[in-house]
């Protein structure tokens, strides 16, 4: 018995890190597949062109820009921007279409 216990106290902990490193390494592998040109072209190009030259600040902080792509932007007119985050677009996924909207707008 006490060498039942003994095993399960040494076992439990490793398995409870190998599934958190697995589960840590499928964020880091959703992130990097990201496609943010792709993104971009299918959501952003309508209102912002292919320059990201109208209604986009490459001034601002990436900070700014995530919560922007996020949770939205309401102006003083229509159309306001749609926050992404419910339709599945992760921060770091947001941090990386900034990225390329700086990219793409010098």
């Known amino acids: 018995m006490l060498k039942?216990?003994?095993?399960?106290?040494?076992?439990?902990?490793v398995l409870g890190l190998l599934m958190m490193n697995a589960a840590t390494s499928r964020t880091r592998a959703a992130a990097e597949d990201f496609d943010a040109?792709?993104?971009?072209?299918?959501k952003c190009v309508m209102c912002h062109t292919a320059t990201a030259s109208k209604n986009f600040d490459p001034a601002k902080t990436d900070e700014q820009l995530t919560e922007a792509i996020?949770?939205?932007?309401?102006g003083e007119k229509p159309p306001f921007m749609p926050g992404y985050e419910a339709k599945g677009i992760t921060p770091e996924q947001a941090k990386a279409l900034a990225a390329y909207m700086r990219s793409v707008r010098q």
């Open 4 to 13: 039942k216990i003994a095993v399960s106290v040494v076992l439990l902990p």
């Open 37 to 42: 040109a792709g993104t971009f072209k299918a």
């Open 70 to 74: 996020l949770k939205g932007v309401k």
